[in-house]
């Protein structure tokens, strides 16, 4: 069993910088990703960072390229969402998540559905 506890959410202006911080506690299977879910849609990936000994991916979706890094502390089993010129369409939910297995070479590492442990999620919200 994993635990995520996600923290840093909070109200900023727009073109502020926030950086987000989600800790595992438990095995996490060498993935971890940051999803985003705001009212009315869908949730959506935002960031995955994958890694085995040396090796680590990133995955970003495509609006918070060059804006979002996803980052990993393997000490502190935690990883970070630092995100800089946030828009009001960045606000949603933010949730950490974690797989219950390891990936597979080829598995779509950017699907929600592979993920197995969800922490509670964290409030960002942008203003104008």
């Known amino acids: 069993q994993v635990q995520l506890a996600e923290s840093g959410g909070r109200l900023v202006q727009a073109g502020e910088s926030l950086g987000l911080s989600c800790v595992a506690s438990?095995?996490?299977?060498?993935?971890m990703g940051w999803f985003r879910q705001a009212p009315g849609k869908e949730r959506e990936m935002v960031a995955v960072?994958?890694?085995?000994?040396?090796?680590?991916?990133?995955y970003y979706a495509d609006p918070v390229k060059g804006r979002f890094t996803i980052s990993r502390d393997n000490g502190k089993n935690t990883v970070y969402l630092q995100m800089n010129s946030l828009a009001p369409e960045d606000t949603a939910v933010y949730y950490c998540?974690?797989?219950?297995?390891?990936?597979?070479?080829?598995?779509?590492?950017?699907?929600?559905?592979?993920?197995?442990?969800w922490g509670q999620g964290t409030q960002v919200t942008v203003s104008s």
């Open positions: 998540a974690a797989p219950n297995r390891p990936f597979t070479p080829t598995e779509d590492v950017t699907n929600k559905d592979v993920y197995a442990y």
């Open positions: 438990g095995r996490t299977f060498g993935a």
């Open positions: 960072i994958r890694w085995s000994g040396l090796f680590k991916n990133t």
